[in-house]
């Protein structure tokens, strides 16, 4: 239990901020085009408990850490209440789609270098902490490239199939939409029984050593 308790304080902090964040972005970001319809929810905030999802957010990952431990693996899933977008609303519906979806990416994208610089803070010649802010960091780097490749493959209702119904000609984009409602089922078999969460792991593991290859470490 302890091994739990402390592993969950490791990889708590950054999977909150990976979560809540991207939704956050997206907000944002479709404001920024035209839409606020998340600013008149009270969900244009970047407070994570605008964002939390009991379950999605707690429950799950709580559970896949246990069993991960156990496993000696990794694999954590998870996701919060998404903020809501009329798309619509947006000035160029079928184009804005495009920025509002990989704002989210982007954001983790973006976490995922601010923890690699406190990486490099804490191990650098004239590093201020060691011990658990560096574990805390290092695993911020990984969980955000892996929620990163998550959210653009593309199958929606996940970012990546938001981006390729954007780009995709209007008819074939209507019909490739709706899929949306079994799209969740379709990743959850692919990551379970194609190698798709390895594949996920490896791309993972390779963007996080560029990262670090930029910061010199």
């Given at each position: 239990?302890?091994q ?5 304080l490791?990889v708590?902090?950054p ?14 970001t479709a404001?920024y ?9 009270g ?13 999605g957010?707690?429950?799950?990952p ?14 954590i ?16 519906p ?7 979806a990989?704002?989210?990416?982007a ?9 690699a ?15 658990p ?7 911020g780097?990984?969980?955000n490239?892996i ?5 653009l ?13 954007s780009?995709?000609?209007y ?43 930029i910061?010199?470490?």
């Amino acid at each position: 239990m302890d091994q739990v308790i402390r592993y969950a304080l490791i990889v708590g902090v950054p999977i909150l901020l990976a979560i809540t964040l991207h939704e956050a972005a997206h907000g944002y970001t479709a404001r920024y085009f035209g839409d606020n319809t998340a600013e008149r929810a009270g969900r244009l905030s970047l407070n994570p408990l605008r964002h939390i999802d009991p379950i999605g957010t707690v429950a799950v990952p709580l559970v896949l850490l246990i069993i991960s431990l156990y496993a000696h693996t990794l694999f954590i899933f998870g996701w919060a209440k998404p903020v809501p977008v009329n798309f619509s609303a947006l000035r160029n519906p079928k184009k804005d789609m495009l920025w509002v979806a990989l704002a989210g990416p982007a954001s983790n994208l973006a976490m995922a270098f601010a923890w690699a610089l406190l990486v490099r803070l804490t191990v650098g010649e004239h590093g201020f902490v060691a011990g658990p802010l560096f574990e805390i960091a290092r695993s911020g780097v990984q969980i955000n490239a892996i929620f990163m490749l998550l959210n653009l493959i593309p199958i929606p209702p996940l970012d990546g199939g938001r981006v390729a119904v954007s780009l995709l000609p209007y008819r074939a984009a209507v019909r490739y939409a709706q899929i949306e409602p079994y799209g969740i089922f379709i990743l959850l078999i692919l990551l379970m029984t194609f190698g798709l969460g390895q594949l996920l792991f490896q791309l993972a593991a390779m963007v996080s050593a560029a990262i670090y290859y930029i910061f010199g470490l």
